[in-house]
Nanobody, 121 residues
Framework: QVQLVESGGGLVQAGGSLRLSCVAS????????MGWYRQAPGKQRELVAT???????GYADSVLGRFTISRDNAKNTVHLQMNRLKPEDTAVYYC???????????????WGQGTQVTVSS
């Protein structure tokens, strides 16, 4: 099995910064795309940012220029540096990874348990 564990959420004032981290563990052969999603109360889960195994990032328009995604393939980790946070960034943030497990022919999608980010105005 594969586990994704997020950390780094919390309460911050508007304009502040937070750094989220996610570590994948288990019988992992390789990890393809990793990413961050978020879900605000009463809303659907939405994509925030993704990064390929080669390090190519992609961002939602709402966070472009404020958030930076990065990864360390050797440590199976992905980070999300969030700057100039806004109240509308308040949500539960979920880590996602497309993981090829040892002994498997195909990769599968895994999710973390989520970490709360609250931005006060």
């Amino acid at each position: 099995q594969v586990q994704l564990v997020e950390s780094g959420g919390g309460l911050v004032q508007a304009g502040g910064s937070l750094r989220l981290s996610c570590v994948a563990s288990g019988s992992i052969t390789s990890i393809n795309t990793m990413g961050w999603y978020r879900q605000a109360p009463g809303k659907q889960r939405e994509l925030v940012a993704t990064i390929t195994s080669g390090g190519f990032p992609g961002y939602a328009d709402s966070v472009l220029g404020r958030f930076t995604i990065s990864r360390d393939n050797a440590k199976n980790t992905v980070h999300l540096q969030m700057n100039r946070l806004k109240p509308e960034d308040t949500a539960v943030y979920y880590c996602n990874a497309d993981v090829l497990m040892s002994g498997s022919l195909w990769s599968s999608d895994y999710w973390g348990q989520g970490t709360q980010v609250t931005v006060s105005s």
